[in-house]
C-alpha cells in the first residue's frame, strides 16, 4: 500500500490542505478535496512541518494535481517520508 503523507498546498491566492502520494525527489501528486483552491502554476508544499518545497502544479482532474519541484529534495527527506 502506498504512502499517504498530509500536508499544505500554498498557491500565491489559496491554501489548500492535501494528501501527498508518490513522493519522490523530483515530485509527487496531490490529492484535495478543494481542488479549485490550487490553480497550476507555482505552488509551495509543506508536509507536516517541513517545507516549504517550491514548485509547478499541473491539474490532472478535478480532485489531483502533480507536482514537480523546483529542486530536487535531500533522498534523507524523502526517505524518512517514506518511513525509510
Known amino acids: 500500500m502506498a504512502t499517504i503523507l ?5 498557491s500565491p491566492s489559496k ?13 509527487c501528486d496531490l490529492e ?4 479549485e483552491t490550487v ?3 507555482d505552488v509551495a ?8 518545497f517550491h514548485a509547478s502544479a ?3 482532474d478535478a480532485s489531483h494535481l502533480a507536482l514537480r519541484f523546483k529542486e530536487p529534495i ?10 525509510g
Do not use: M, N
Open 45 to 52: 508544499l509543506w508536509i507536516g512541518a517541513v517545507g516549504p
Open 58 to 60: 499541473t491539474r490532472k
Open 74 to 83: 535531500d533522498d534523507r527527506i524523502v526517505e524518512h517520508f517514506r518511513g
Open 15 to 27: 491554501t489548500a490542505k492535501v494528501r501527498i502520494s508518490d513522493l519522490a525527489d523530483q515530485g
Open 32 to 35: 484535495t478535496d478543494a481542488c
Open 6 to 10: 498530509y500536508g499544505e498546498c500554498i
Open 39 to 41: 490553480s497550476d502554476g
